[in-house]
């Protein structure tokens, strides 16, 4: 069975549907794209896989690594082993960057019934990681994305993935807004994270990222449904035509 | 989906965890009040002659006062005849050596997470540990002898250092400041005494831990605390209570001077048992706390921590007279269910170049009501004198209230104050990125408050630091949903 497997989604905020009738299935150790225009669903999708509640899943089933994701709190899906990477990382004042994820890590260990992980261990691996991604250490002292720009939240996202170490990462267009450099590092240290096991799922707009990250599968999302699947070829076909051969499928 | 109204539901259920009574002979005086009552506690106490004056004037004042009414809180009349006034646990005489305690004493403070020890987890603090009217122990007094710095109960301040408490008693709160001082004034039982003699400074923190456990008492005691010139103390006061059904009234003092180029630094960490969910029961905190510093670069800084109570009613002071003085306030006043906090500070200023700084964290959930009220007060002379007042609020859902009444009198030109106010509610999208990141809801709930208190957390001394935090958790257990 698919590590993800979303059948017959439907969502609805507000009364309005933004997800309408999605299916995807994704394998361990494999990279799938999201593309699709503005306003699609494609957030939508990543926040109703994290457990956002205030999304209305109307029909539909998402199994995650053999489970009923849907049942489960935001919290519980973390320790299962899923992530994400959001579009727009908020800032939470008065808690320093380090204490928060040290504060994760271990939620995620005890939710595992693991032991905490010991405070020199975890500053070895928090600086071995936040050189991978190009964190300046004065960042990780920081309050949490308090003031940092928007590349700098971005990578922090990346750090919390490294040090999260999740099964399935979503990265809701972490790439928007990243400079070429960054975005070399970023995608460094998501191919770095590649593993048989560990799965991703890229929303982005633009093919750029896959020609670093270079994904098994790409799909174009098209008012809440995927109107296409195809390989890495797709991405590029797409910066090419753009969506508007796909708008009109859709209708 | 199990909703997260209902795993909040369940951790509600859990109860105040300081609720227990202590199963132990008490010796109580019958409720109500007359100077007979007043003569009897001081007799009781082997109190001299100008001490039960003292007493009878300040209850002779209080007869004339009435209760203040201008604060945000509510409460039904409160029947001063119905209360006892004087509660102690039976024993002959006070315990010469800790290991003299009664065991169900000793159990009651172990329970409480502040065993009666003078090694291990409480090396760094001494203790004075105050079960309802009266001291029951009081550790490494020895050890604070030699250096010249007395810490005992105030019972044993009055016999043992009369000139000083004659000198200071009443001399920063008169026993007529305020209806409830003058109470407190006239029927006050126990508390701490501290001084600290010149250029010493206190090399660990001086603690008292309050506990309430008779039924229908009050607690009304009351705290002194000196620090000569050039000495330096860290004083910590904490805070437990049963739950029961009545409310219960506690109506402390607390005395602070500081002399040329002291510092006191005086912490509270507020659990007074809060009512229960419905509002019922809970402690009436109504308490006159206020620091003078007397002498030429003194510092005189509050740090409290307020989780508990069914209402408080406090507002710890400084007054400023002497030149370049500094008072600092540091408030995290937390109110859920019904409870209300009307809470704040004065800083009077009358000496030259004095500073003072307020920092004020108020938190309101359930259906609770949360003031900040403080006044800063620039007098005549305080030529060049600063203040900054930072007062931030937090709600938590939209049943709850917070308030912020800052009185500001300036007399001099050259003063400089800056007051500062922000009103936010705890965001979904901070519980959501936290709980995506595997806190569970609750923690993720402590976390972002304690991100919006941690100046004031900051100040507290580091043995309580951790403790207060988590308190801010518990107490805030229920709260969002
Ligand atoms: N809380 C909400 N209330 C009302 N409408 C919402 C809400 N959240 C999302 N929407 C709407 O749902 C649609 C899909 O939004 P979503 O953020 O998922 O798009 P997206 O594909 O991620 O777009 P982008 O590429 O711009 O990030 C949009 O029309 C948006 O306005
Ligand atoms: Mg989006």
Request: proline content about 5%; overall charge negative.
């Amino acid at each position: 069975m698919a590590m993800l497997d979303i059948e017959g989604l439907h969502v609805a905020v507000g009364g309005k549907e933004i997800i309408r009738g999605l299916d995807l299935a994704v394998e361990a150790g494999e990279v799938h794209a999201i593309m699709g225009p503005n306003g699609s669903g494609k957030s939508t999708l990543a926040h109703v896989l994290a457990g956002r509640e205030d999304y209305e899943v109307t029909a539909g089933r998402v199994r995650f690594l053999g489970q009923d994701l849907l049942e489960l709190e935001p919290e519980e899906r973390a320790a299962l082993g899923l992530f994400l990477a959001m579009q727009y990382p908020v800032e939470i004042p008065g808690v320093s960057n380090t204490y928060f994820l040290r504060q994760a890590v271990n939620a995620l260990r005890k939710a595992r019934g693991e032991p905490e992980m010991k405070p020199a261990e975890f500053m070895k691996r928090l600086r071995e990681a936040a050189r991978q991604v190009g964190i300046r250490e004065e960042l990780l002292r920081r309050d949490l994305n308090a003031g940092f720009s928007g590349g700098e939240k971005k990578r922090n996202e990346i750090l919390q993935l490294a040090m999260l170490e999740p099964k399935l990462a979503i990265l809701d267009e972490t790439d928007s807004g990243l400079d070429i450099d960054a975005l070399k590092a970023v995608a460094a240290a998501v191919n770095a994270l590649r593993t048989p096991e560990r799965a991703f799922l890229l929303i982005t707009h633009y093919q750029r990222l896959l020609n670093f990250i270079v994904p098994d599968r790409v799909h174009v999302m098209v008012d809440g449904r995927i109107v296409r699947s195809g390989g890495k070829d797709l991405a590029l076909e797409l910066e090419e035509r753009g969506y508007e051969p796909f708008l009109q499928e859709a209708a | 989906m199990s909703t997260a109204v209902e795993t909040v539901k369940q951790i509600t259920e859990r109860e105040y965890q300081w609720g227990f009574v202590t199963p132990v002979e008490e010796e109580t005086v019958p409720p109500g009040l007359d100077e007979e009552v007043i003569r009897l506690i001081s007799r009781k106490k082997g109190e001299p002659e100008w001490l039960t004056e003292w007493r009878l004037e300040a209850f002779r004042r209080w007869k004339t006062m009435e209760e203040p009414r201008w604060a945000r809180v509510h409460y039904p009349p409160i029947d001063y005849q119905a209360i006892s006034y004087f509660a102690a646990p039976k024993q002959k005489e006070r315990p010469k050596s800790l290991d003299e305690i009664d065991p169900e004493i000793r159990r009651t403070y172990e329970k409480l997470g502040i065993p009666i020890r003078e090694q291990e987890i409480l090396a760094g603090v001494a203790v004075d540990y105050v079960f309802d009217s009266v001291s029951v122990a009081t550790t490494f007094k020895k050890k604070l002898e030699e250096l010249g710095i007395i810490f005992c109960s105030i019972s044993e301040a009055v016999r043992d250092h009369p000139e000083l408490v004659r000198k200071y008693l009443g001399s920063v709160v008169p026993p007529g400041d305020n209806f409830f001082a003058a109470l407190n004034s006239a029927v006050f039982s126990d508390g701490s005494f501290v001084y600290v003699p010149p250029g010493v400074r206190c090399p660990m923190e001086l603690s008292t831990y309050f506990r309430i456990n008779a039924a229908g008492t009050g607690q009304f005691e009351r705290t002194l605390i000196i620090a000569d010139r050039g000495s330096y103390v860290s004083y910590l006061e904490g805070c437990t209570a049963p739950m029961r059904d009545e409310n219960q009234l506690h109506a402390a003092v607390v005395e602070l001077i500081a002399l040329d180029e002291a510092e006191i630094k005086y912490s509270t960490v507020q659990n007074w048992y809060p009512g229960d969910r419905e509002g019922k029961g809970g402690i009436y905190n109504f308490v006159t706390k206020r620091g003078l510093c007397k002498g030429y670069r003194s510092k005189i800084s509050w740090t409290q921590v307020e989780t508990g109570s069914a209402i408080t009613w406090k507002y710890p002071s400084c007054i400023l007279q002497g030149d370049e003085s500094v008072g600092e306030f540091y408030s995290v006043a937390l109110t859920n269910n019904f409870q209300q906090a009307d809470t704040g500070t004065k800083m009077v200023h009358i000496g030259r170049r004095t500073r003072s700084r307020i920092v004020s964290k108020g938190i309101a959930a359930g259906r609770s009501q949360n003031t900040y009220r403080g006044l800063v007060r620039i007098l005549r002379g305080a030529e060049g004198a600063r203040n900054h007042t930072q007062c931030d609020s937090l709600l938590i859902g939209d049943r709850c209230g917070a308030h912020t009444v800052p009185y500001i009198e300036v007399k001099n030109r050259s003063a400089r104050v800056e007051h500062e106010a922000t009103t936010s509610k705890l965001s979904e999208e901070q519980l959501f990125y936290c709980r995506a990141r595997g806190l569970p809801l609750e923690d993720a709930v402590a976390l972002v408050v304690n991100g919006f208190c941690r100046e004031v957390m900051e100040e507290l001394p580091m043995e309580f630091a951790v403790e207060a935090r988590k308190l801010l958790g518990i107490s805030l257990e229920g709260s969002v949903g």
